[in-house]
């Protein structure tokens, strides 16, 4: 493959070409037309970007691919942002040289930043793309309405809020180039992947309150004023575009829109993470007891089959983390044939999965003993529960940044010297992608809480080649006395008590955990049958006497 990009290259007087592994709506939704990195690299991660020259290859990753990167593809690996990114490295070394790419896979705000920095950029047109990297043509999802039983709100009621800012912008009409919010506001669903159910379209919506889906022939917008979201738009949409109209950088409304469940909406999600949080006790008490013949891949079968017993499960939210021993020290692992480990191979076993259910989208990870585990995992695992319940009993205002939640699950591992790698929490869609924005819980949100927020509360911590632990549960703000927010638990599912030093907790987290686990024998364990129940006592046990 590597002497056909540089033969292409040469043909196209090119110095350098970018093979993302982005769609042509920018997201990593992987359809069979667009599997260019992987042709390109060898490398199978959801994520990356490579640039090849006549004698460079390079390979840019984040911090879960790494390893994988290295293993599959032989050219030479940067983790994004520790070694480099992209834009960076490009900026110092192709400077002043031709650089092919595909205009539909980047986005129109990085097109014009490269530009700033007087980077060369060619647009390679499609065909020729398409000759370089073949593609099969894959097949049209069925496309299906989402009912407000679910959603709460009618699209004629989302298009005139859309319609209000539109009026307050002065503007003529909206470009929606992402699938998620084009999804949400026309209350529609596709079956394209279980993890990202979304429709793949553009949406063009006027300030008279008419929409319909974004034209080939874009002449239907000439000389109209329209936003557009530039970071969320490629620079193939941009481009036609801007022949035709005036175009003004606008960020996407839907976005915010979406960040803010309704009252319709936050009673599926209550419903759906009833029923998950069954289901993961169900799963623990399993575990319990087949600890000696499970394995990583068994762990993933299991809980598909006991999702499977709602009528509105439509498959799982993402892959499911089932990882035992140092598995789980990558935040993203993935089990395979040839890496599954046996659960009974080490102290402990991480699981971190969701389902996507019609009433709502789950995302939840706890950290458990098998055998044995060490004193310093113990004090490891304690930590990261004082970080998860210091968030969860955080006192919010409306218009808060998400600054405070973040900074209070860290502190304790800080204050000994240690940090997790990613953000405390993310945003969770309704029946759409696991991982929304806003809200994001991190230091640097620039995102405001409100009510009717959705999002992981998920510190962690990790040791590279030993173990990992995490614990998630999802949070939905809620509006309390005054100005205040409620951070109402979604999950009831138990911490592992085996693994607490309950020397190492105060008080107030100590009755934070009985009337946690109170709510499971509550809510929980009435459903759960005798043999269930007796096997997961040891996770739950303990908190009873604390
Ligand atoms: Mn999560």
Same mark, same amino acid.
């Given at each position: !493959? ?187 669903r596709s079956s394209a992947v279980s993890d990202y159910p979304v429709v793949f379209e553009r949406l063009i919506v006027f300030n008279d309150g008419t929409y319909r889906e974004l034209p080939a022939d874009v002449s239907v917008l000439k000389n109209k004023a329209i936003? @557009? ?27 915010? !829109? ?106 939840m990870t706890r950290t458990i003993c098998i055998r044995n585990p060490t004193d310093e995992m113990k004090k490891r695992y304690t930590q990261v529960l004082k970080g998860h319940i210091a968030l969860a009993m955080t006192a919010v205002q409306e218009g ?98 085996? @693994? ?43 908190? !009873?006497?604390?």
């Open positions: !493959m590597i002497d056909q990009i540089r033969r292409f290259l040469s043909d196209q007087k090119l110095d350098a070409v970018l093979v993302t592994r982005t769609d042509c709506f920018l997201g990593e939704y992987y359809p069979p037309e667009h599997r260019q990195l992987s042709q390109a690299t060898g490398f199978s991660g959801s994520a990356g970007l490579a640039v090849v020259t006549q004698d460079q290859k390079v390979l840019f990753v984040d911090s879960r691919y790494t390893e994988q990167a290295k293993i599959e593809s032989d050219y030479q690996v940067f983790e994004v942002p520790r070694d480099t990114t992209p834009s960076d490295w490009i900026i110092k070394n192709l400077k002043g040289k031709k650089i092919g790419y595909n205009p539909w896979q980047r986005s129109a705000q990085w097109v014009a930043l490269m530009k700033q920095k007087e980077i060369d950029l060619q647009e390679i047109a499609w065909q020729k793309w398409q000759e370089l990297f073949p593609q099969e043509k894959s097949k049209k999802p069925k496309v299906f309405r989402y009912d407000t039983t679910y959603c709460g709100e009618t699209t004629r009621a989302k298009i005139q809020r859309v319609v209000k800012v539109l009026k307050k912008k002065e503007l003529d009409a909206y470009v929606f180039t992402v699938p998620d919010s084009v999804s949400y506001i026309l209350n529609k936003g @557009l979201d530039f970071a969320l738009t490629p620079m193939g949409v941009y481009k036609k575009l801007k022949q035709v109209a005036k175009i003004v950088d606008c960020e996407d409304p839907a976005e915010k !829109m979406k960040s803010v469940k309704n009252a319709v909406e936050q009673n599926n999600i209550r419903q759906a993470t009833l029923f998950e949080s069954k289901v993961i006790c169900r799963f623990l008490a399993f575990v319990e007891q087949n600890k000696e013949r499970l394995d990583e891949l068994s762990c993933d079968q299991k809980l598909k089959e006991l999702r499977s017993e709602s009528p509105l499960y439509r498959g799982d939210s993402f892959d499911t983390i089932a990882a035992v021993g140092e598995h789980a020290a990558r935040p993203h692992y993935k089990a395979t044939p040839q890496s599954n480990k046996s659960v009974s191979e080490a102290p402990l076993l991480l699981v971190d999965t969701g389902g996507n259910y019609l009433n709502g989208t789950t995302d808060d940044l998400p600054t405070q939640l973040d900074q209070n699950a860290r502190q304790f591992l800080r204050a000994d010297g240690v940090d997790y790698g990613h953000s405390t929490g993310h945003g969770i869609g309704m029946y759409l992608a696991v991982h929304e924005t806003p809200p994001t819980i991190h230091e640097k949100s620039p995102t405001p809480l409100k009510a009717g927020m959705l999002f992981s509360n998920e510190p962690a911590y990790y040791k590279a080649g030993e173990y990992g632990i995490r614990l998630e549960n999802m949070i939905l703000t809620v509006a309390g006395p005054g100005n205040t927010l409620i951070l109402e638990n979604l999950l009831w599912i138990p911490f592992d008590s085996r @693994l607490v030093i309950t020397e190492m907790l105060t008080e107030g987290e100590k009755e934070w955990l009985r009337s946690y686990h109170r709510g499971i024998l509550d809510r929980i364990y009435p459903d759960l049958s005798a043999e269930e129940q007796e096997a997961i006592k040891p996770l739950l046990d303990f908190f !009873m006497f604390l």
